[in-house]
């Protein structure tokens, strides 16, 4: 029989033991590829980049750092007889201009940058497009139209032979249909296809049977599919989908998984391909991997996860947030706060860090003169009527913490339904002369009126460099403009239909006004347009411009 003082020993002995043996101590020597860097403002309608000879990328280590040992996982292989290994570690999203999932790149890092003349002070409405309504009822109401969170639309400029591959089968096409389109999923359970320069249908809608609140994405190889998650169940079957755009049909759906650890079968998030394989990360605790072979799509992969403190059946957590990627590590946060990093060949975590409280809003990498970092803030949720907006930057490939800024927030209720503070919004990457700093939207619930600010942190550090009060709270993530003197323009958008137009390097509001009824999806910007939806039917393009009648020779702009 053991001495108890043995036993001791072992329990001491044994997690020091395995922190040093089964945590390798790596070094990581990656350098900047062709996602590292914002694109430079182009015109809307240029031709994609000429591609070249692309660098082959190799894996990220099969590591595994001891903040995993938080974790309680279960890998499940489905398809044996396919390696699970990435065939190509090239973010497919940079090699062109057009905007086919949310936020744009796999960094998600919104490179999708916009130019303007001068100093912007006016706003053009250059067309708005009306959604259906769906009036039928959920568990949670109806949903009506338009767009909810996060509800991006896509835009396309299709190359001239697959423009001509669409005019050969003219049956689903509009009199209106062009090479520019915005692709965009509604509330009212419909995909549209809108005239670019017009706001004019282009194509018939496609009746997706359930409401879309988060943002579809296009296959960056252009093999005609569009990937969409169902986010409220009006109907069954209830879950996650591809439509062919070249056939206008759904082509594969993916029914409410009965053996996932959470008992809600939504996907807000934004899918994403890496190679040959698709990712989608699950509201019901699940990350799939499906191995793509051209339109197709067979499961090959379920990773599960909790931590393993929490009940595995009954407090697993769902991700809304869509994963960042950078070569074969990708990037997920949870209802929860759990921040992971997987290894997309192997589907095992890499590190954990837990940042306290929900996390909706996407992870943002972003390259710097000392390494690929990323960043992430969580909402006032499971702390209760008050609580902290935790921001961080970390080190992204090891998931060590660089530096934590706090916000106070309030959640508020009213009746059955309440609204959380924190952050919502996906972070925004500064550029030109804000090119040190990262923005964001914050909602705090302060006062009355349940404000929001529109917050600037110094990336180095974390310094707030500002907070610019909104009217009211936002979750639309914010983009951006640069004119032909690098100066940064961030347009943004409210949940009572404001649009904001703000001085990226003072905070200043340079234009506020109320168009619409609730802004919580996240828009696009092309060239010097923006296109957004709102809650209601209304999809609105508008164009952001210096007014030729005003002088702006007293700005503060030497021009």
Known sequence: MARPYRILLLYVLLPAVALFAQTPQVVIDVVCDSSCYVTPPRPHNARPRNKGTQKVLSPLPDTFYYSAYDLYWKITVHDTGVSGDLDDLTDLYSLTDDI????????????????????????????????????????????????????????VHWTDSLYNRF????????????????????????????NFETGDSSRRSIFLGN???????????????????????????????????????????????????????????????????????????????????????????????????????????????????????????????????????TMKPVWHYYNYD????????????????????????????????????????????????????????????????????????????????????LVTNDGPGMKGDFVAVRRADGEVVYRTQLQHYAWSSPVAMLNEYGDMFVITFDTQGRVYLIDAFSGEILLCKKIGINFEASPIVVGNSVVIGSRGRIIYKMTFKQNPYVNNSNSKYDW
């Open 211 to 345: 409401p879309i609140k988060g943002t579809p994405s296009i296959d960056p190889t252009y093999n005609g599919n569009i990937y969409i998650g169902q986010g409220v169940p009006c109907q069954r079957p209830f879950g996650a989908m591809v439509v062919n755009l070249f056939k206008h049909k759904i082509t594969h759906f993916e029914r409410q998984d009965n053996k996932a650890w959470r008992d809600w079968g939504a996907y807000d998030s934004s899918p994403i391909r890496v190679g040959n394989f698709l990712f989608r990360p699950g509201e019901n605790g699940t990350l799939y991997k499906y191995r793509i072979s051209g339109d197709s799509l067979k499961l090959h992969t379920t990773m599960r996860y909790t931590m393993r403190y929490r009940n595995m059946k009954f407090e697993s957590a769902g991700m809304e947030a869509s994963m960042a990627v950078y070569r074969n590590y990708g990037y997920i946060a949870d209802n929860f706060g759990d921040v992971l990093c997987v290894n997309l060949n």
């Open 167 to 194: 005019l050969s089968e003219p049956r689903n096409l509009t009199k209106d249909f062009t090479s520019e389109e915005i692709i965009v999923a509604s509330l009212c359970s419909r995909l549209y296809f809108i």
């Open 100 to 155: 086919l999932m949310f936020r744009g790149n796999a960094f998600r890092s919104t490179p999708f940058v916009g130019s303007v003349a001068g100093y912007p002070d006016t706003l053009v409405i250059d067309w708005t497009f009306n959604t259906g309504y769906d009036s039928r009822q959920s568990g949670f109401g109806s949903w009506g139209g338009g767009n909810g969170w996060t509800g991006q639309p896509l835009f």
């Open 358 to 441: 929900d996390t909706d809003g996407s992870l943002v990498l972003q390259w710097e003169d000392d390494g690929l970092f990323l960043y992430t803030g969580c909402e006032v949720d499971h702390q209760g009527a008050k609580g902290l907006c935790y921001f961080v930057k970390l080190d992204a490939l090891t998931g060590k913490r660089v530096w934590q800024q706090t916000f106070a927030c309030n959640k508020v209720s009213m009746g059955e339904k309440h609204f959380d503070g924190g952050m919502y919004s996906t972070p925004l990457p500064g550029a030109g002369n804000c090119k040190d700093l990262i923005f964001f939207n």
